[in-house]
Structures are given as C-alpha cells and as structure tokens.
C-alpha cells in the first residue's frame, strides 16, 4: 500500500552488515578511527584582519581568506555599494560580521552580504574600501591596493 510492500521482509530477519575485525581494517590495527588532531579551520575574516594588522600574516594568505570570507556591506534603497566620499579617495564600508557593522551603522540598517571575492569583481574602479570602521583593527585598501588585490586573483585563477 502506499508504493510499498509493508510485509517485505517479515520472517526474513535482520542480519546487520558484518564488520571485519579492527586489526584488519588497515595495516597496524588502526582502523577507519578520525585523526586525533582534526585538520585546523580556516581563520574568520576578523582573526584574519587582526593577523595582517599586527603583521602575522602575510598580504596572500590575507587575500585567500578574504577571498572566501562574507562580507557585510551597508545598503540604501538602491542596489549597489554605499560610498563615503569625505575622504581622499572614495572609499566603501565594509564589515567583517553582522555584530560590527551594527556598530556602525546602527541595529535596524539594511545591508547585503557577499564573498570577499565578489567585492574584488564589482568594486567600481577608482573606489577603495574599509574594513570594520568602529573596530579595533579597522583596515583601509585605497583603489590601488584594490587593483594589486584583483590582479592578485587574476594571477591565482588564470595563471
């Protein structure tokens, strides 16, 4: 009933999948166990922008996790990038989590959030941005840091 057989099965018995012993799962009786000490994740956008601050990462790596990271970016009412234009170059905030650009920008704000890469493909050219702006590790990438950080990533992906 249903698209099934409910007396498939019945009298048959279960017999459970048969385990080989743990010494002849792999050489030295180790078997399939996880590794005792996992593989480390990846820094969050916020370790990594205190780490590249403070000199203890390098610009690539910086990029790599920037790269993969969300970013939280200030919204109006129109599509696109918020800019600040009362600095030397025209600069976009930007937020490493919800928390700082909150801080910013206050609880109710609207906002967008995409990949760190996604900011290299559509920042304008000529316009830089700023990381966590009230933080305490704030960052700021002038349009020329911005065409090293998008041929950097042409140089990754193309070779």
Do not use: W
């Amino acid at each position: 009933m249903y698209g099934y057989d409910q007396h498939a099965g019945v009298g048959q018995g279960y017999v459970p999948p048969q385990q080989p012993p743990p010494q002849a799962q792999m050489p030295g009786g180790y078997g399939q166990q996880p590794p005792l000490y996992p593989e480390p994740s990846p820094p969050s956008l916020a370790d990594a922008v205190r780490a590249f601050t403070t000199g203890s990462m390098s610009a690539e790596d910086f990029q790599q996790v920037f790269a993969t990271s969300k970013v939280y970016c200030p919204r109006g009412d129109n599509p696109g990038f918020l800019a600040l234009h009362n600095t030397q170059q025209p600069v976009i905030p930007m937020f490493t989590s919800l928390k700082e650009l909150r801080r910013y920008a206050g609880k109710d704000s609207k906002y967008f959030v995409i990949t760190g890469a996604e900011v290299i493909d559509l920042l304008p050219t000529g316009y830089g941005f700023v990381l966590d702006m009230e933080g305490e590790h704030r960052m700021v990438f002038d349009a020329k840091a911005v065409e090293q950080m998008v041929d950097f990533a042409m140089r990754r992906m193309y070779g």
